[in-house]
């Protein structure tokens, strides 16, 4: 797995961008960022929030993986410095997946962290 690191500090995989430009392409859409966010909720504080998004708010922190733009806001940044974001695709998971050495706890479901 070859990743590519970036200043700001998210890293995203290949197989993670690859995955990501086949689902642009699917919506024809090149427009759109992959927002990366954390919000409150879950049983262990914060969960996990990723979405496509067009919006460029103040503050952003954007980083380019292969022409796959990763943006995340000012108020996450902080808590997603150094995590990797990658695609698994195996015969007992499929999805996104993160990595994040700045999660001290994380609950049952692995959805949530602290």
Avoid: H, W
Wanted: charged share 20%; proline share 3%.
């Amino acid at each position: 797995m070859t990743e590519i690191s970036t200043q700001q500090g998210i890293v995203l995989t290949d197989a993670a961008a690859q995955k990501i430009k086949a689902l642009l392409e699917q919506e024809g859409r090149d427009d759109l960022a992959l927002r990366v966010a954390v919000q409150p909720g879950g049983c262990s504080g914060l969960i996990y929030q990723l979405f496509f998004d067009e919006r460029s708010l103040d503050g952003d922190v954007v980083a380019d993986f292969d022409g796959v733009s990763v943006v995340t806001d000012r108020m996450s940044a902080p808590y997603l410095g150094g995590a990797t974001v990658d695609f698994v695709d195996t015969i007992e998971k499929q999805g996104f997946t993160i990595d994040n050495p700045n999660a001290t706890g994380s609950c049952a479901c692995g959805d949530s962290f602290s």
